[in-house]
């Protein structure tokens, strides 16, 4: 993303996330107000540049208050996840998430309520897979 691009060459220099980045503003503003942040990261290794700057940022969001767990297809097999990123909002609104085919994001979509259950359950199998991201960062980020 064209706001991104600095500060994503930076990261490719070498250089330390900003600090900014050490307790994340956004998440903290929803965590403070009681809300639970949880994701699920669905991704192959071996990374991209621009893979390894966003999982940079994640400390950051786990000190904020959110969890954060990661499956990665390279190191295991996980069946009935979809193969778009979603959303769920209080566990009663789901948005599924669209990209250009370079990876841009363009936008959310509603998606209708029947739809809800069927995400709960995608979510429910992330969760039951994933690694916390910690185990992830010292187990196979390393490699």
């Known amino acids: ?14 250089e330390p996330m ?19 942040l949880a994701r699920v990261h669905v991704l192959r ?8 700057y966003e999982l940079a940022a994640y400390p950051g969001n786990i000190t904020a208050g959110e969890n954060i767990g990661i499956i990665d297809l390279a190191h295991q ?3 009935g996840l979809p193969d778009h990123d979603f959303w769920l909002f209080d566990d009663a609104e789901v948005y599924r998430m669209h990209y250009t085919d370079a990876g ?10 029947e739809a809800l259950q069927r995400y709960q359950g ?22």
């Open 1 to 14: 993303m064209a706001e991104e691009q600095e500060e994503f060459a930076a990261f490719l220099a070498g």
């Open 18 to 36: 900003d600090e900014s980045w050490h307790d994340s503003p956004w998440v903290r503003s929803m965590t403070d107000l009681g809300k639970e």
């Open 45 to 52: 290794s071996p990374l991209t540049d621009y893979l390894r």
């Open 77 to 79: 097999e996980v069946n």
């Open 104 to 113: 841009q994001f363009i936008g959310a979509e509603l998606l209708p309520g």
């Open 122 to 143: 995608y979510r429910d199998i992330a969760r039951k897979h994933a690694m916390p991201f910690a185990d992830y960062r010292d187990q196979l980020l390393q490699d």
